[in-house]
């Protein structure tokens, strides 16, 4: 988290990343995401059951979690998937978070505030659109972000 002369700040680092498939990322790439506290990256195109083999090199500072990528047909390649990665010293508060295809939501507390993070990848922009704004009337953290991927119907 981000300190200034020794005071806490508010923000965290956050990094949202469109990365059109993660299993060919190199040791550059870790590296650099060890420098944000929350971690989205979409279209990583991992199914499930490739989930296990992969955790094995994502880095072990954060709690990782996978919304795998889904095949339409037997013999194309994944579409879609969402890793979010959480740093182990932010708290998760695990009550309320919504988790729906496409959309992941995580509620943080760091430097006491609370977040409320939103990463998306959909096709369907309008609803999701409509969701995010019911999200936005119902919130009360202190802070409500959302990121990703979103493209037109």
């Given at each position: 988290m981000a300190k200034n002369n020794g005071e806490d700040k508010c923000g965290l680092k956050l990094l949202f990343w469109n990365i059109a498939g993660l299993k060919k990322k190199e040791n550059l790439f870790w590296d650099y995401v060890k420098n944000f506290d929350f971690v989205e990256l979409t279209e990583t195109w991992i199914l499930e059951r490739d989930w296990n083999k992969l955790k094995d090199v994502l880095p072990k500072e954060f709690q990782w979690k996978l919304q795998g990528a889904k095949k339409e047909k037997r013999k194309c390649r994944a579409k879609g998937g969402i890793i979010t990665g959480v740093k182990k010293d932010i708290k998760e508060i695990q009550e309320g978070t919504i988790e729906m295809e496409g959309m992941v939501e995580k509620k943080l507390t760091a430097n006491k505030k609370r977040w409320i993070i939103c990463t998306?990848?959909?096709?369907?922009?309008?609803?999701?659109?409509?969701?995010?704004?019911?999200?936005?009337?119902?919130?009360?953290?202190?802070?409500?972000?959302?990121g990703g991927t979103l493209m037109p119907e």
């Open positions: 998306m990848y959909s096709r369907g922009m309008r609803n999701t659109k409509q969701e995010i704004q019911e999200k936005i009337e119902e919130s009360e953290e202190d802070f409500l972000l959302s």
